[in-house]
């Protein structure tokens, strides 16, 4: 990579966030829903639309807002932030783990199953 790229690649997530390097809000992790709750683009940077423009399809997670994006994950809660603060999009948590007597059982299975092939 040229030192000419290199910088170009250090210096626009700094654009991106205004300089910011921690979101406002600690709510993302890399499974975290994120969906559109308004359809409003006006006044957002070309980022914050391209994430409005995904989120209307339907609920993305942070991982994968942030590989359309092709910016960082950091960079990406920066932004998600942003659009959670001005009401642009909403967020849910990933459906929740399954730890009872089925999930248990599955595993058990599972282990037999490896077991038996060894």
Known sequence: MSPNRRERALVRPHVVTGGRARPTRNIFDLVTLVMAARSEVTGLNPEKRRVMELCRGGALSV????GHLGLPVSVTKVLLSDLVDSGHIVTR???PVDTG???TLLLQEVLDGLRARL
């Open 63 to 66: 991982v994968e807002v942030a």
């Open 93 to 95: 948590v990933a459906g």
């Open 101 to 103: 007597p089925a999930s």
